[in-house]
Every structure is written in structure tokens, then in C-alpha cells.
């Protein structure tokens, strides 16, 4: 394990009878890095995130943090680890200051903590408010401020993003990346909007079915964004001919709408991929044909796209 | 650290309306039971205001200072084997309703630390709510002018009835582990009635001291005369508190918290 590794897995797995929600999980976070963990709903995000704070015990496998071993009810080093687990919840009955207050006590954190917290996370005209009229875009809010609130060294957050408005996603990117550049604070974040990870992770660990799929930084991920020209044309089924013909290799046929299929309709549209530098070339080809094109367009696949066609979803 | 936990367990009952809801309850009874001997002593005009005083009669009792008096200890037995446990359901249960576990389980605070806490809430609110019902109790019956009162048995009735709620508190770390294995309010409430039930069955056995749940009515004579317990009944008891507890904190330190 590398020096400054400061949440380790290995061979972690969690079994629910005949289901399994994270299988043979292996990854490495290290000191100041925003690490991203990305996937589908029920892809085995939050049960890892339990087992990385003693919510949950693995099946086999293990987990430290901060060179300590993680099992329910070790608790030497949660005091340096903030933490928001699946939705926000407190007490309702009590006000946002007084659900900070409990955070305080129970984390030997100064006084000061709780005003501190409530300015960093913009709730200080809630702070008397109770938690049970507050909207939910400020319950996600409180979470956040109470997992900051002891100053923590790592932050383990599942779908820090959730109810946030556009402006406060934006706030709480922010405020993460000035964490862990400024502070060194480790972040491990998860979330299944790719967009939100791509913006402020430094790497990104995919996990779909409980298995981790790939491991990337945020150029790799970029990089393998698949390039190709799309090509509307008014014989597709011929125009896919002529280009294979032509050593086109890789060329896919979609419905406009997106959906992959072999049909004949007039509105299809090809994929013809890897061929960025040969745009011309293939208007050639159709062209010289007869053909008649409506459409030719060197595009980048999105970054939505490769995470559905790796995960499996429709792309 | 116990300290800060109960400090934080004290915090969360503030705006609490169930602490007023269990008083507003329990203060109810001492009340009915003045109603109810009013009408046993005032039959005539019970009848012309339209209360039974024919079904009152049924009950077997008489409308005296010691028939009140016992009536009340066990009143304070009833409401340790259904409110108490309702008050410790509320306490552990609160945490899995409003989604709060998971943050409690994953502080830096070992979780025998939440248990002891939450059963000495548990223990101040139901000391509380009985000192001060005992007392509108003892007021409401000297108010009535019952026949028989004197000092030396109110003070063994209070004896009595602060024994009877003590006791009833033993049994609740069992409650308490209910609770956290269900995790919500119902298992427990169930429980703390099916436990009533049986221990007034096991209750009319020779086996009723040594069953836990038939020590309180055993002793405050619900099921009989009241009794003088043994030794073994306060051993058992204690053993019931000993292993609810040291259960309530294997399963929150063990079982998985899949909130």
C-alpha cells in the first residue's frame, strides 16, 4: 500500500444473501485527492461507503482508513473522518444550530465550530430554524456542514450534490476543492451524475454491479471518449456498404433518437468511428456514389455516453 | 465521553411533545381512579349525573384510602410494563425513524456509550413523570377525603409504588434491544404488550417469581395479593437488565446498520 494512501480496500465484498453489492472491491485514495466513485443506482456505492465508516461489516475482504482497519465499532479514527451517508437526515424537533451542537459535543470540537460551519455552508439565517421546516436543498446543507464542522481529514460523502441548486453545487465544488487543495483534506465522494465527478474529481474509480469497472484520472476519462463522424445520409443501409467497402471498419447505425438498430428508415443517421481525420472521405465516397448527404459532423462521444456504454445502459 | 452523549440525549428532548404526551397520560390516572371511587362512595348522584355506579360496584372495590392507594401502586406497575417501554422505543427507535443512525453509529463514540446514555434518559423522564403523578395521586385521593388514609400508608404505598416503577425499569434494556433489532417503533410496542399479557399468564403460576414479566404484577397484586418478593425475583431481574442491555450493545456494535 503506498505511503499516503488514506482509504484502502481490499478484495472488499458484501453479500445480502443471494445478492452481491460490491464484490473483490480494490482501490487506493490518496492524501489530498478527490476521488469520484461513479455508478448507476444500486451499483454498490453507498454499501461501500458504509463499510468504509463501520456502518456495515464486509463479507470478506477489508477496508482501513487512515492506516486503521474499519469494522463496526472502531472508532479511532472517525474522529478525523466527515462523513454524509445516502440522504440528509437530523433531528427534526431541533434547530440547525442545535443539530451542529450535537456534532460538536460528540467530536470534542471547539465551540466556535458551529458558527464557523454555519457561515462556510451559508445557513447562519437558518441557524434557529428547525430542521423539520427547513427545504431539502438546506437538510443537504446541514449534512455537509455537520460533516466539516470537526475540521476532518477526510471527507466521505455519498452524492454530495443531491437537492442542491445549480448555484449550490457549484458552492460546494468549491469549497472541495479548496479543502483538499489548501488543507490536504482526502475526499472521497460518490455520485451517479458523471458531470458532477468529471468537474471536480482527480480520479474516478466506475463501479457498476458491485464490481469496479475501470479507474481513471479526469484526462484518461476525456481521452476515452470515443471520437466519430456522424453521417446523415439518404440511403443509410447503402451509404454503410460503401463505406465498409471503402475500409471503414466501425460504423454504427443508429434511429435518430439514439436507438441502435439495423431498421430502414429514411431518418437513420451512421456513427463511422475512428475516422476524424477522414471526414472528407467519406463525403467522397457517398458522394461519388450518388448519395445524397444531409448530414456530416466530426463529434466527440460525451462523457454520459462512455459512462452508459461501459455501465451497459442504452447510449 | 459520557457526559457529552448524555448531554447530546438531554439535547434531543428539547420541543419533544411525546415527554408531555407520557405525562399527560400517566397524570390521567390518578384522576379516573378519583372518579371512579367518587362514584363507589356517591352511587345516587353518580346515577343522576348519568355515571355508572352499578359497574363500579362490580369491581370489588370499596371507595376507602387503602383501596385507592393499592389501586394506584398498580397503576404505576401498568404504566411501567406499556409507557415505559413506549418512552424507550421512542428513544432508540427515534434514531432509525429520523434517519439518524447512521450518523450516531459512525462518530468517534463507542456505542455502549449511546445505550447507557438513552437508558439514563430513559430512567430521568420515567422517575420524573412518576414522582410527579405519585404525588398528584396522593393529593387527588387526600382531596377526595377517602375513609382510612393515615400517614404510614401513603408512605407504604409510595414505598410500593416507587419499588413497583423501579423494578418495571429493569425490564426495559430487553425493550431497548427490541427496538434497535426492528429498528422502529412498532417490535417494541408489540413486545411490551405481549410481555404484559404473558406475564399475567405466567402470573397464575407457581413459576411467577422467577418469570420477569410476572415479578411487577406478582408484586403490586395484579395477579393475587400483593406479594413480598424473594431474592431470586431481584436476581432475575437484574439479570434481565444485565443481558438486555449487554444485548442492545452487541447488536448495535455487530448487526450491520443498513439504515
Known sequence: ?315 | MIRAVLATEFLKLRRCKVRWGTLGGLSMAPLGLALFMWILREPGRAAQLGLLGAKANLSGLEATGPAYLSTLTIVFGVGGMLLLPFIVAYLFGREYTEGTAKNMLALPVGRHWFVAAKLVVAAVWWFVLVVVVLAEGVLVGLALGLPGFSVGMIANSVGNALLAAAISFLLVPVVAWVTVVGRGYMGPIAFAIAGMALGNLFGKTGWAEFFPWSIVPLMIGMVGSPQTLPTASYVVLALTFVIGTAATIATLRLADNAQ
Do not use: W
Open chain 1, 1 to 315: 500500500m503506498p505511503v499516503d494512501t488514506i482509504i484502502a480496500t481490499r478484495a472488499l465484498t458484501k453479500r445480502y444473501s443471494d445478492v452481491t453489492a460490491v464484490d473483490d472491491l480494490a482501490l487506493d485514495v490518496r492524501r489530498g485527492e478527490i476521488y469520484g466513485f461513479l455508478g448507476r443506482n444500486g451499483a454498490g456505492k453507498t454499501t461501500t461507503i458504509r463499510m468504509l465508516l463501520g456502518l456495515i461489516r464486509p463479507s470478506a475482504g477489508e477496508v482501513s482508513v487512515l492506516g486503521a482497519r474499519i469494522v463496526p465499532g472502531e472508532t479511532s479514527v472517525l474522529g478525523r473522518v466527515g462523513y454524509l451517508v445516502e440522504t440528509a437526515s437530523a433531528y427534526p424537533n431541533l434547530t440547525v444550530r442545535e443539530n451542529l451542537d450535537i456534532q460538536r459535543r460528540l467530536t470534542g470540537a471547539p465551540c466556535a465550530a458551529v458558527v464557523q460551519a454555519l457561515e462556510r455552508l451559508g445557513l447562519g439565517t437558518y441557524a434557529d430554524r428547525r430542521v423539520g421546516r427547513l427545504s431539502l436543498g438546506n437538510k443537504q446543507r446541514l449534512s455537509l456542514a455537520r460533516a466539516l464542522l470537526h475540521s476532518p481529514d477526510v471527507l466521505v460523502l455519498d452524492e454530495p450534490a443531491n437537492a442542491l441548486d445549480p448555484a449550490g453545487i457549484v458552492e460546494i465544488r468549491e469549497l472541495l476543492q479548496s479543502l483538499a487543495r489548501e488543507r490536504g483534506v482526502t475526499v472521497f465522494m460518490s455520485s451517479h451524475i458523471l458531470a458532477e465527478v468529471a468537474h471536480l474529481a482527480d480520479r474516478i474509480g466506475i463501479v457498476h454491479e458491485g464490481r469496479l469497472l475501470e479507474e481513471l484520472d479526469r484526462e484518461e476519462l476525456h481521452a476515452k471518449a470515443r471520437a466519430y463522424v456522424e453521417v446523415g445520409v439518404s440511403d443509410p443501409g447503402r451509404a454503410m456498404g460503401l463505406l465498409r467497402a471503402a475500409h471503414f471498419a466501425h460504423i454504427e447505425r443508429i434511429t435518430e433518437g439514439g436507438n441502435h438498430g439495423g431498421g430502414g428508415g429514411g431518418g437513420d443517421i451512421l456513427r463511422v468511428f475512428d475516422a476524424e481525420e477522414r471526414a472528407s472521405e467519406i463525403a467522397r465516397t457517398l458522394l461519388d456514389a450518388g448519395l445524397e448527404l444531409t448530414r456530416l459532423a466530426p463529434t466527440r462521444e460525451d462523457l454520459e455516453t462512455y459512462f452508459l456504454r461501459l455501465t451497459g445502459g442504452a447510449a
